[in-house]
């Protein structure tokens, strides 16, 4: 089999798969993944969905995905980490067949695209990968700051903003 290169988590953008109004786990529901802005139940427009394994291996599964009484993708009963390669829509069904939820576009933006919003975004900004400490990005930045790349922000750090309002935006969530 080829490499895949599956980075995309095809998840809920809400904590578990729930009714709109009710705030009940979709139990024995059915989730389609398709392509961008098109109705993933229908077969023409499904990409493929993989489950990843804890070594990092992927193995292709059919759709629909199941929901468990819990509002989680199962696969054969077991909870499943699901991946896809590509940005995607997703619908989702309840157990008599009537549609919960129809997201469009997953992810605002494809992956690939990120960086050439955040330039048109941020006209007059830095990107830390282009500077080599976030203190000279600081220093640098007319109205804001691209955290492009990991950076590690340790106890006690500072950075010297010289007085500016900057508009800080990254493209990973911060923990701790």
Known sequence: MTDITANVVVSNPRPIFTESRSFKAVANGKIYIGQIDTDPVNPANQIPVYIENEDGSHVQITQPLIINAAGKIVYN????????????????????????????????????????????????????????????????????????????????????????????????????
């Open 77 to 176: 009963g077991q909870l499943v980490k699901i991946v896809t390669v590509q940005g995607h829509s997703m619908a989702i069904y309840d157990a008599n067949g009537s549609q919960v939820d129809y997201i469009a576009n997953v992810l605002k933006y494809d992956p690939d695209q990120y960086s050439i919003e955040a330039d048109k975004k941020f006209k007059y900004s830095v990107k830390l990968s282009d500077y080599p400490t976030l203190q000279d990005a600081a220093s640098a930045a007319v109205d804001g700051l691209l955290i492009d790349r990991d950076y590690n922000f340790y106890g006690g750090e500072t950075v010297d903003f010289g007085g500016k309002v900057l508009t800080i935006e990254c493209k990973a969530k911060f923990i701790g």
